[in-house]
């Protein structure tokens, strides 16, 4: 709600012209948060005629964010309406940004090596967002005789008549302060809220060592973010602009606040829970950031520092995070009038509000989680691997073995400031205390097709091979491999060392499709060509099997060109002989066919067409395709223009686990293979044990 009075860049400009304004801030909270926005413009400036209104639309709404209001009427209009609804009630333009700075100050304080109590701080405005952030910095902390404030007409002090009672307490004692300059000297935190290039280099180098400077103006800071890093190179700069680091910007909080308030129907949002907002946005900057991020930004890899004291915008961590902190302390402040018991489940709740189509990776990585396993990485010396590595290794998913060359892979790790001193490398080149036996096991393996025990050791220096051995040898649980290798290359070596599990015939692939209906498994997309009726059954089992371990009841769908036998031989004859087998052989698995794929999976279309399938009521999630081509195709088309997210190839029937990335793989994709790698270690690992529960330290 606004009367656009005081609407940022713009000023004075009226409600009608605000509206714009105002539809994007609505849009915002619907894209961050999933809360559903009517803008209200007002065209009223009494403040008595405001308040009245607003109260009475108290029934329709569960939240008034209170918009581009000018001072210092916003702050009568926001402590009476607080005061008289029963429902949250916040003036972004003043809290927002006290709440954002406030993250990024207790950050900044803590990497400059600087005590809240103790730093020295000048605040350039005295209009509603620097009043707002002044008390916030006062409740984390910050002395209020260390504080001088500035307005238009300059220094807030003991001395000026025409202070309202709002400034007046942010009136100053000291006699030594005439001007912005007098204050810098010696300061340890600059905060602005005013206007544009009302600071100079020679201001910041009067002031302490290791600066905070946030200059906040828009768009033009109070002084240029190049300037201020030329003149102190020890400084800690943040703006509101998105162009360079360290962006104040409410979106961080506004739409997680109102979220968590909303979730738990408190009456008002009060500082417990602004004080929540602010040190979980502060602890969440200091987590590892996921890749999705740094892509967004196209950033290699963001790290709590200098240049990210609090997170980005883009960061789908902060639903869950802060709307989190805050319904837990509106619970503990007594506004709550619901009670949340399972904060997990209220947590995936949260996730699910932007999209929830990677549920089930999210579910994966929490299998994960519970029993991380070590995985061995044939391609340690590329950066991508590597940062895939440290999120795994960060995140508790797995323990990262790296194969390479040593110093190529330390020297990556140092450019990309990577923290991965303490993990395990092995070059297979330089010779290793295994060497020799795993040559000697190659050797006796394949003696008697032609390798001789010279070939092995050479072959044992190819990191495919180290690395499937280290896995047959029980030092690793899964190998990693294929980033910048053919399939074929890396499969080679797996089949030779570690071979086909017992009571299966034949390995296949598979790609977990992530689309917004769901998570859909096609098969086989890798390995097998031109798959006879014997083989499309045992591509089948083994893709049904693993569907299960995932968690997920499967329902097959064997696929042609024909439905139900409307066209003879070839394809149509193979899939229906395929179907017919199945239900031989495996009575209790749901599958059918053969069918074309929109008949799989339009429930509407097969029930009206084909009422007699076993796949009628749920759309099939399984996809067996007859030949190589068709499948590979499929799945590239669903992920280029369908948008799905593809997870694989899943490499299925090997006695161990082994998984080849697609070639050129991403990060994000690495790191979902490294996860299947894992939950395919300990169902293996489970099978062969069945009642050991124990976990690996």
Known sequence: ISNG???????????????????????????????????????TTNVDEFVTIVKALEPTFGGVNLEDISAPTCFEIETRLKAEMNIPVMHDDQHGTAIISGAALMNACEIQGKKLDKIKMVVNGAGAAAISCSKMYLSLGVKKENLVMFDINGVLNTERADLDDIRRVFATERKDVHN????????????????????????LKSMAKNPIVFAMANPVPEIDYDTATAARKDIIMATGRSDYPNQVNNVLGFPYIFRGALDVRATAINEEMKIAAVHAIAALAKKPVPEEVNLAYNITNLK??????????????????????????????????????????????????????????????????????????????????????????????????LLGNINRIKAIMRENDLDLEDVQIIDPKEGTDRFEDYAQFLYKKRQRRGITLLEARKMMADRNYYGACMVEFGEADALISGLTKNYVTTVKPALQIIGIENGVNRVA??????????????????????????????I????????????????VAILSYSNFGSNEGGVPEKTRQTVKALHQKYPDMVVDGDMQANFALNTELLKDNFPFSTLNGKPANTLI???????????KLLQEIGGAEAVGPILLGLKKPVHVLQLGSSVREIVNMITIAVIDAQEKARAQNPKSTSKRK
């Open 625 to 635: 395709f007859p030949n190589l081509e068709s499948g590979n195709i499929a799945y």
């Open 540 to 555: 089948t089992v083994l893709i049904e099997r693993t569907v299960k371990q995932f968690g997920i009841d499967p329902r």
């Open 304 to 401: 709590f520092g200098r240049d990210y004291i609090i997170p980005k915008p883009m960061d789908l961590r902060l639903i869950s995070e802060v709307s989190s902190a805050v319904a837990k302390a509106a619970i503990e402040s007594g506004v709550a009038r619901k009670t949340i018991t399972d904060w997990d489940v209220y947590a995936e709740e949260l996730r699910n509000r932007l999209g929830g189509n990677d549920k089930l990776l999210r579910n994966l990585t929490s299998k994960a989680k519970q029993d991380p396993k070590r995985v061995v990485f044939a391609e340690a010396d590329t950066y991508k691997i590597l940062r895939a590595a440290q999120i795994v290794k960060d995140e508790g998913i797995a323990t990262p073995i």
């Open 180 to 203: 912005l300059a007098d204050a810098m000297k010696g300061a340890d935190v600059f905060i602005g809220l005013s206007a544009g290039n009302v600071v100079n280099a020679a201001m």
């Open 5 to 43: 009075t005081a609407v940022l860049g713009l000023g004075n400009i009226g409600p009608e012209a605000s509206k714009p304004v105002m539809e994007g801030k609505g849009l915002l909270f619907k894209i961050y948060a999933d809360i559903d926005v009517f803008d209200l413009e007002l065209n």
């Open 509 to 538: 692939g598979m790609y977990l499709m992530i689309t917004p209906k769901g998570p859909v498994f096609f098969g086989d997309t890798t390995v097998n060509v031109n798959p006879s009726v014997e083989e499309l059954v045992d």
